[in-house]
């Protein structure tokens, strides 16, 4: 029976490309698939955008494919990254410039673009298809001035396809996460695009790929400790077998473990209805699924079941939502709590006195429960130190920077031992998150596959 490998070259926009680079060297893998994308990514790409219309895509991508480029040539790995972001079109550029650089030709680039819907919206509200927020049924009409991204979550056909015109390297926008993982399989195997079950199968993989060194021991909330060389983590690397069954492993030699116990972690991660996960390219169960290890840092996944694939596609919209003002600044003990609570407490009626007047206003004890938060229990001894972190939003931006005047007189006219002053932060831009779903078909006839060779 025919199997492929597939390796995970990223988890997220920023993380390392090291691992990504031994296992393109020694993984023995035919394809790499690189997750950069998460809704606030989007928003950090929709800001790099704003600043210079050329960009928009992850700006990792030059570096990775200045490392990759001459491997993928020489090992004949194809490459699928959804770092396009917002630019796809620009990032299948970049790449070209940079194999033309390195002087690797000889390879196709395919872009798929398609997922950007911000010019449609209005014309679909037009129509009166509905724009309601997925979850809470509010009305888009409040912000729908204010959008400046609308992105579609998009299925693995279209990666599939870029593969069949023997694309080497796909470039994507919004490329739902496992879909990535899906299409070579789609491409290999030539699955019946009805075949839920094996469906199933590979976007179970799929999601136990994409959050890269997450499933060979990195994050792992178990015995964490005992995870060896996590400095030189090795990333997963799935063998897939033409009937959809397959082994989580990782590059001999590298760090990490895989275990029954990292994958099922992995598995849980961010599935709300485990009988029921929606993605673009079918409804995954993993109530059945079972983990059977095979081997040293081998664990074999059977058993997922899928269903129709919903006839709906997420959008995930940015909308300019204020500014974000914010100063940090700490106390030592002794009484390293009640100081900082009590320059709380003067910067607010401060803000009071001065009439600053804001949409939201938050306070957090780094050292206490910045993480926490409510949940945080009262500390059992007194505290070593603690950072005040005062955070305002506001429409206005000179608002905003308002805040942080008030820090620096604390040092002499509050409580006493004010230390590592941090300073005021910047004011920063805001932008809120809207999601909806839209008819499939409204989406996809807009989805295009360009290959172009260099």
Not at 66 to 74: A, D, T, Y
Request: aromatic content about 6%; proline content about 4%; overall charge negative.
């Amino acid at each position: 029976m025919k199997t492929i490998r597939i390796g995970a070259g990223q988890g997220f926009y920023g993380d390392s490309i090291l691992p990504a680079i031994e296992t393109a060297k020694n993984g023995n893998i035919q394809y790499l698939c690189f997750d950069c994308l998460a809704e606030l990514t989007l928003a950090i790409l929709q800001k790099d955008r704003q600043r210079d219309p050329a960009k928009g895509f992850t700006g990792d991508i030059t570096r990775t494919m200045r490392e990759l480029l001459p491997l993928v040539k020489e090992k004949g790995i194809k490459l699928l990254t959804n770092a396009g972001g917002m630019n796809p079109l620009g990032a299948q550029q970049e790449i070209l410039r940079i194999a033309r650089e390195l002087g690797v030709y000889g390879f196709k680039v395919a872009v798929v673009t398609g997922d950007d819907v911000r010019e449609r919206l209005a014309g679909w509200k037009a129509q009166g298809i509905s724009l309601a927020h997925m979850e809470d049924g509010r009305e888009i009409e409040p912000i729908l001035e204010r959008i400046v991204f609308a992105n579609a979550y998009v299925g693995a056909d279209p990666v599939a396809e870029a593969l069949r015109q023997g694309a080497d390297i796909v470039v994507t926008g919004r490329v739902a996460d496992s879909a990535l993982f899906v299409a070579p399989l789609l491409y290999e195997f030539g699955w019946d695009r009805e075949d839920w079950n094996r469906l199933a199968q590979g976007i179970l993989m799929g999601h136990l790929m994409e959050c890269s060194g997450q499933v060979s021991g990195g994050n792992f909330s178990g015995d964490w400790q005992s995870i060896a060389d996590l400095d030189q983590i090795g990333f997963p690397v799935a063998e897939v077998s033409e009937d959809g069954e397959f082994v989580i492993t990782k590059t001999e030699g590298t760090g990490g473990r895989v275990s029954i116990q990292t994958v099922k972690e992995q598995l849980l991660y961010e599935i709300h209805d485990p009988a029921a996960y929606l993605t673009p390219d079918v409804v995954l169960d993993v109530t059945k699924v079972q983990l059977e290890a095979a081997g040293d840092n081998r664990v074999r996944v059977t058993g997922a079941q899928g269903s129709k694939r919903p006839d709906t596609l997420k959008i995930v919209m940015g909308y300019s939502d204020g500014w974000l003002g914010q100063a940090i600044c700490g106390y030592s003990w002794p009484d390293a709590l009640e100081k900082a609570r009590a320059a709380d407490r003067i910067i607010r009626k401060q803000m009071e006195r001065i009439r600053l007047q804001v949409e939201e206003i938050q306070t957090d004890y780094l050292g206490y429960n910045s993480l926490h938060g409510p949940l945080a229990a009262p500390p059992k001894e007194e505290l070593n130190e603690i950072y005040l972190r005062i955070a305002v939003r506001s429409r206005s931006k000179e608002k905003a920077a308002a805040l942080g005047r008030l820090f620096p007189p604390l040092m002499l006219s509050g409580p006493p031992a004010l230390g590592g002053f941090l300073g005021v932060m910047k004011p920063r831009e805001l932008l809120g998150m809207w999601s909806c779903l839209i008819a499939r078909d409204m989406i996809e006839d807009g989805i295009q596959v360009n290959v172009l060779e260099v």
